[in-house]
């Protein structure tokens, strides 16, 4: 696994400096505030950090791990299926909009990570999606694709 670690970690910290050299073309301070450059930035440079910790650790470490991985596991069966989903709701967004979408898509993840109870899985992503619409349409006045309700 120290190849994979190795390898892994070199992308990771070409996408954190990726990420730093495309963020540095947006203003860092907008009015007095924080720019639209910051977060990016930050988040630039925290996976430039991981990915040198994980480098780091994969020379320093003495331990030989031997992991087998295979495509066709359970749980890569499952992880198959969550991109699936998240496709598909990429896919239907803009047409039935993002209060409807993302509701049957919390609905559908929340069965598939084991939620059985009916009560919750109407509840909870009805209470989240009101929570979000009212959140971006009513306090930051942004709207969402497809939003009637606020």
């Not at 696994?1 to 400096?17: A, F, T, W």
């Not at 505030?33 to 020379?59: D, E, K």
């Not at 496709?87 to 993002?98: A, K, M, Q, R, W």
């Not at 069965?111 to 059985?116: A, D, I, S």
């Amino acid at each position: 696994m120290k190849l994979g670690n190795i390898i892994s970690s070199i992308v990771v910290v070409i996408l954190g400096v990726f990420i730093i050299l495309q963020s540095s073309n947006f203003p860092d301070e907008v009015a007095s505030a924080p720019g639209p450059g910051i977060y990016p930035s930050l988040l630039g440079w925290l996976l430039v950090l991981l990915g040198s910790i994980l480098l780091i650790q994969t020379f320093v470490s003495r331990k030989k791990e031997e992991i087998i991985v295979t495509f066709t596991s359970k749980q890569a069966l499952f992880i198959y299926k969550l991109i699936g989903v998240s496709v598909l709701y990429c896919i239907i967004l803009p047409f039935l909009g993002f209060a409807i979408t993302s509701f049957l898509f919390l609905i559908i993840t929340s069965f598939m990570l084991g939620l059985k109870k009916y009560r919750l899985l109407i509840l909870i992503p009805m209470v989240s999606i009101i929570l979000i619409l009212f959140i971006f349409g009513t306090i930051f006045h942004i709207p969402l694709p497809g939003q009637t309700i606020f």
